[in-house]
């Protein structure tokens, strides 16, 4: 599965910002997908995941109220929803599949990871 993530940019505090993650290749297998994001100096953590359906979401305490994850399996595209947006949102979002039907919050639990997008918030 190749994943491409798209929909970064540079946005003020407050605004609004939709990320996209197109799959392909076997896209036919149920995958569980998650957001994740990397600051600068930092780890990669966990953002939001969805399952396979659709109808489970789950998120950080960080972006709980702010960020949406949905997903269009007959596009194969998942997309993160940013609203509200702070400085401290700013960081390169990478989307990821795993080989499940939810999603799960360790960066080790994915099996394919797309090439990251960067999202700058300035104050």
């Known amino acids: 599965v190749q994943l491409q993530a798209s929909g970064g940019g540079l946005v003020q505090a407050g605004g609004s910002l939709r990320l996209s993650c197109a799959a392909s290749?076997?896209?036919?297998?149920?995958?569980?997908m998650g957001w994740f994001r990397q600051a600068p100096g930092k780890e990669r953590e966990f953002v939001a995941g969805?399952?396979?359906?659709?109808?489970?979401?789950s998120y950080a305490d960080a972006v709980k109220g702010r960020f949406t994850i949905s997903r269009d399996n007959a596009q194969n595209t998942v997309y993160l929803q940013m609203n509200s947006l702070k400085p401290e949102d700013t960081a390169v979002y990478y989307c990821?599949?795993?080989?499940?039907?939810?999603?799960?919050?360790?960066?080790?639990?994915?099996?394919?990871w797309g090439q990251g997008t960067e999202l700058t918030v300035s104050s």
């Open positions: 969805i399952t396979w359906s659709g109808i489970n979401t």
């Open positions: 990821a599949a795993r080989n499940r039907v939810g999603p799960a919050v360790a960066v080790t639990m994915y099996d394919y």
């Open positions: 290749g076997r896209t036919a297998t149920s995958y569980g």
